[in-house]
């Protein structure tokens, strides 16, 4: 009764609230072009209603991908050729698949050529395995005994979920037996006092997501890819996503985790427990360990309180300095409630307006630099609102914001949200593009997209966007057409910049097959001597998703 | 500007918003006894106006535990005693003795007994080594020139904080080394955007405290012991404390370490970034490992904007399913806000009552059987204080609350507070105190304290009290005087009975020589035999922190 008072007052008062002169402000607070701040809004479902909401760099929908299958391949394919096969693995033999079939059941063991292929390619066509098997195992005992005997016979293995990932690292890049997880989706328990979900690996992200909404609570991540990826891939490469700003890392949401060793050995720990220090807590090895130290069967996730109101905003600011400021403001004055803060150059706008079908700028085409786009989500509509407003009314006198609106309602938010996830599908349309996804400390975050502008110069137009609030950069480079000479602009500076600044080649995606080989840019010689070592502890075959993650001269 | 105007406005409204009938309430929804919620109030710097704020179990102030050091002689002093001196190690002498002093110059080099006697106890007298050596370097080179040397000459160290743990982690057992980080407490930089603070592991956590809050931000953990621990120690023991419920676990707030492994070796990876998906995240190894895996040296962490609003609640409820669907529904409502729920039985405020000066009960002394405290913390007054009130109101409609008041002041607010944390303080004067600090999940919690209750009888008073919030339980038995007979009835029954519900014999202080034995309770064998693994592999000589974490038997 409480929250339905609470919403007629939301209507009653709204108009008042949102008229500037019933705050005292001059009309010429709310942006250069008087175009005030309009109604709010109560999203409900968001990601449902507003279509496919996809995540930055997983934000190439699948259609975009799929239409720019050949670009992708012209661009990428031979990395993963040039991977000579370890030797020492064995070749599989009608032996070892009678064994599978023992375990599993003739139906858990697949060797149709278009079942295995589709096993062997990644969603974009980009990497490409040559695998003969593909194992179905449907409890954590039947994957114990396949590690088992694939670890005594040297057989090299990758586990494979939604196969969503970006970097090659779920497919095999030669004939590794693929073991697909999808056949583990059952949800074990659902704590509804602390809000604890505990599954097994293969549940797909968006039916958890589902499962637990219907009981009060969300998935701490989300991502563009959740209808496909498994909660138990989201941990073996540490997912990111849209909440991270929100609820912070997988390392901070799991609770606990059931691991296969690359030996067979289950491990326990499975605990539902916040707190709980008693020796070392190993199952943060398993997460982002992209399946090379042991294949993730159960998972134990807390999931925050599902709240009822969210705003949207979209805001242009003059220089990246307001857009620095802007985020440190946000997070005092709104810190409990911001669940997004997402930057774009003008660059990137005025990509989408050309590319992207029925969209609209919310500003006027004036040359604004940068845009910002802000979400908040928070347990009462007319508190969260009247917090929002007065936020933008003092950014605005403060000279952050130049100009900026509310979406009103879910066609306005759809479309904020249009404009910044299609800018990844408008940049393919170009032709060429190149495209890094960079940690860099947010006060430098902007300077390497004005170097790269100065390097490639005419040759191709740069684009910065990304997670602002994560200090996660998008850069992508665009150009009719692919050439070597943009190539030599971009890497290695690209990388090496990265490196000087501390900064992570590699934000959210892992380094997969892709940049296995490209790992000392982010991490010191001494640390991936010790990745190597406890590599070798735990899988001393190697069997466990070999050439990925590691350079091979650590192994 | 804006602030202020928001404070007016907060004592213009407050007596408007706080009458019952102006919100269509009838004033017997505001408990039994019509005390009403009181009026809001604005808390800046709560802790040092409160006076010592002390963690749960950390909840003896060092007065009490002063007090009472006879008794904790009693209770514990005899488990170090039966560990063997590992004779593998060496024994130092002059001439390592004067290595020291060439790397660290003579005044770093302590031998004083005075000096090194109080290095060699922890701060309740519970546990005491017999070390010569006291070395305090001022650098991570030092650091690493003296485990250098310590390993290739077998010498065994132990890494001290601000040696306020608990379980005798911080000091020998034996004649280790003694290497106090005391000397490095420089703080590095500060990123007033992102609030990520780089720093020595030596600083004290509430110079880091004042520093950020100068700044505009607060740490993300809050200790009772912060006027003398060590953020380098918190790390280490992945310390819990007052805002776990709110910033969550180190492990998702610490974003880059430097550690100094047993060899020697700087191990860098003193990122900045918020993500960082290149290859597998070392840090976490060290984020609670208690010193066995390496020296942590620097340290950067993610801080938290500082946010103006804070509100206390003190509420009754009839029995301990209500206390759980408060929780669930300060979730649902207050989701964002909520900064401490900590629970406390009937017998926990009847002790506090007799024992503690100057403290009153603020709601009636009727027969209630539970006491909920609730802090929000925000960044608006007018609608944090809105909010709480609205759920509070609802909660007594529902049922889930008898009776409750909110503080109206820093006194009452202080007042409320000293109940929570005084109730280990007032245990402590009834004689005997059995104490112990579980993680169990929230719907068994009280579970065990009325199974104690049932076979400790007429022995002794059972008291249940903690961080509902995060299922952390305090579970102390009080008795006039320690007996076997009492004992025989709590152990190993507790520690069984934890393990029965896959909790944690530790939640929130580790292991160290206390517990190390007991790990079995909490973690599966295969989990204990790969943490001895990883030990082996990082540590070959076993030097650093021995005896502790881990069982003997895996080593």
């Known amino acids: 009764m409480a929250r339905r008072a609470a919403a007629g007052l939301l209507r009653r008062l709204g108009p008042l609230a949102c008229e500037p002169q019933a705050r005292g402000m001059s009309p010429t607070h709310y942006g250069t072009k008087n175009h005030g701040f309009s109604r709010f809004y109560l999203i ?3 990601h449902h209603l507003y279509g496919s909401r996809t995540n930055v760099e997983t934000d190439d929908t699948r259609q975009s991908a799929h239409m720019n299958f050949e670009v992708q391949k012209r661009s990428f394919s031979s990395a993963a050729a040039h991977i000579q096969r370890n030797p ?12 599978f079939k023992s375990v599993l059941g003739e139906s858990s063991v697949v060797q149709d050529e278009d079942r295995v292929a589709v096993a062997n390619v990644d969603w974009m066509g980009k990497y490409k395995g040559s695998s003969q098997l593909l194992l179905l195992p449907k409890s954590t005992t039947e994957v114990s ?13 990758v586990p494979q979920g939604g196969n969503t990932g970006l970097v090659g690292g779920s497919v095999p890049v030669h004939d590794e037996v693929i073991i697909s997880l999808g056949g583990m989706n059952n949800i074990i328990s659902f704590d509804n006092v602390n809000g604890i979900l505990t599954c097994e690996a293969g549940c797909v992200l968006e039916n958890l997501s589902s499962f637990v909404e219907n009981k009060g609570f969300i998935m701490p991540l989300d991502l563009g890819a ?5 909660i138990g891939g989201n941990i073996s490469t540490n997912a990111g996503g849209l909440r991270f700003i929100r609820y912070g890392s997988l390392h901070g949401n799991v609770l606990g985790l059931e691991v296969v060793l690359a030996n067979g050995t289950v491990l326990d720990m499975l605990t539902t427990l916040r707190k709980d220090n008693t020796g070392y807590d190993l199952k943060h090895l398993f997460i982002g360990s992209e399946g090379s130290l042991g294949v993730v069967t159960k998972v134990a996730i807390l999931t925050p309180a599902k709240l009822p109101s969210t705003n949207v905003a979209f805001l242009s600011c003059n220089d990246y300095m307001s857009c620095q400021k802007l985020l440190l403001a946000a997070k005092r004055s709104l810190g409990e409630i911001v669940s997004a803060f997402e930057f774009m150059d003008r660059h990137c706008i005025d990509l989408a307006m050309k590319y992207l079908e029925g969209v609209q700028n919310p500003l006027p085409a004036s040359p604004y630099n940068f845009y910002v786009l802000i979400e ?35 066609s306005q938010a759809s479309n ?33 997209v004005e170097e790269m502008r100065s390097r490639v110069g005419g040759m191709g137009e740069v684009l910065g966007y990304g997670h602002l609030g994560d200090g996660n950069l998008h850069l992508n480079i665009l150009s009719s057409k692919y050439s070597d ?31 296995a080989e490209k790992i000392h840019y982010s991490k010191s010689s001494e640390a991936v001597q010790l990745m190597g070592s406890i590599k070798k502890l735990l899988d001393p075959n190697s069997i466990l998703n070999p050439y990925k993650v590691l350079p091979q001269s650590v192994l």
Not at 226 to 230: M, N, Q
Not at 380 to 405: H, N, Q, T
């Open 376 to 410: 908040t989500t928070g347990s009462d509509e007319s508190y969260d609102k009247a917090k929002l407003e007065a936020f933008l009314l003092r950014s605005m006198e403060d000279g952050l914001v130049a100009d900026g609106v509310i979406a009103q309602d879910i």
């Open 88 to 99: 020492t693995y064995s070749v599989l033999n009608s032996n070892d698949v009678s064994y």
């Open 226 to 230: 959740k209808g496909s990826c498994h």
């Open 44 to 46: 409900q479902g968001r």
């Open 416 to 448: 904020f949200w249009r404009i910044r996830e299609g800018i990844s599908e408008a940049s393919v349309k170009v032709g060429a593009v190149y495209k890094y996804d960079l940690s860099i400390p947010v006060e430098k975050l902007y300077d390497i």
């Open 145 to 157: 005994k396949i590690l088992s005997y694939c670890n005594s016979r040297r057989l090299a293995v």
């Open 485 to 515: 000479k943009i190539l030599e602009q971009i890497e290695p500076f690209v990388y090496e910049w990265t490196s000087n600044q501390r900064g992570s080649i590699s934000a959210e995606h892992g380094l997969g097959v892709m940049k």
